[in-house]
Each structure stands twice: as structure tokens, then as C-alpha cells.
Nanobody, 123 residues
């Protein structure tokens, strides 16, 4: 499956953005999906995860209550709605997918990755 992330941009603190991750090449409902991010000078970190049908959703503590992950399998797309953005949310955001998962917080669990989209939050 090929993944294409989009929706990044520049936003003021307290604002919102919605990222999209469009999948192609396979039946997307056969894949779980996650969002990760890499801030300047930092390691890539887990942000959010969603199961095949969307019935299971999990978040990093740093974004819980502010970010919402969702998916529309008819459109082969996963979304990340980001609200109440903070300067520390500034990062390149990546979507990832895999057929199965053992530890959804681990980047190495995912076989497929999008190219990343930059989110910059100004104070």
C-alpha cells in the first residue's frame, strides 16, 4: 500500500489543523494505521493509532484530549484532527500502516510509510 500525507502548514498556538493520509494500491480496511511525528532534533515519536474498522483508537499522552484519529475506508483515508495546537507540536508528521500490529507505539512495527507533512505552530 502507498501512503500520501497532506494537510500540514503554519498555524498559531491554539489553532487547529487536519492531516490526511490517502492510501492506494490495496484494500485499506485490511490495514491498521498510525501517526508519528519527528520534531527538530528529536526522535520520531508515536502520536495516534487506529484499528482496521476504527473501533480502537489510542493516543500518546501528550496529545490525548486534543487530537482525534479517524478513518474513512470508503475513501481509503486516515485523518488526524489536531486541536488546541501548541508550539511543541511542531514536527514533521508521518502516517504509517500495516496489516497487523503487536505494539502500535513502535515505529518499527509498520511496514508502510507516507512521506511526511510539516506542521509548524507559532507562539
Amino acid at each position: 500500500v502507498q501512503l500520501q500525507a497532506s494537510g500540514g502548514g503554519l498555524v498559531q498556538a491554539g489553532g487547529s489543523l487536519r492531516l490526511s493520509c490517502a492510501a492506494s494500491g490495496r484494500t485499506f480496511s485490511d490495514y491498521v494505521a498510525g501517526w508519528f511525528r519527528r520534531a527538530p532534533g528529536k526522535e520520531r515519536e508515536f502520536v495516534a493509532f487506529i484499528t482496521w474498522s476504527g473501533s480502537g483508537r489510542y493516543y500518546a499522552d501528550s496529545v490525548k484530549g486534543r487530537f482525534i484519529i479517524s478513518r474513512d475506508n470508503a475513501k481509503n483515508t486516515v485523518y488526524l484532527q489536531m486541536n488546541s495546537l501548541r508550539p511543541e507540536d511542531t514536527a514533521v508528521y508521518y502516517c504509517a500502516a500495516d496489516r497487523n500490529y503487536a505494539n502500535y507505539r513502535t515505529a518499527g512495527e509498520y511496514d508502510y510509510w507516507g512521506q511526511g507533512t510539516l506542521v509548524t505552530v507559532s507562539s
